[in-house]
């Protein structure tokens, strides 16, 4: 699969196929401080990818 890791600006590409909860583990990303759009459409880290698909790990911005 293609992920894209905005925070780093980098583009990688990953043999993987399961919940997207794990993957983010596998990269050492924190699920709570990304959003994840699979293929165009926002997905939860429930939801499962395989190699076929285009991930997006976006960030998530708080201010106040």
Do not use: A, C, Q
């Amino acid at each position: 699969m293609k992920i894209f890791i905005e925070k780093d600006e980098k583009m990688m590409e990953k043999k993987f196929s399961g919940k997207i909860i794990v993957l983010l583990k596998s990269l050492d990303i924190n699920p709570t401080s990304v959003l994840v759009v699979k293929n165009g459409s926002l997905v939860t880290e429930e939801d499962s990818v395989n190699d076929d698909d285009s991930i997006k790990i976006l960030n998530v911005i708080s201010g106040g």
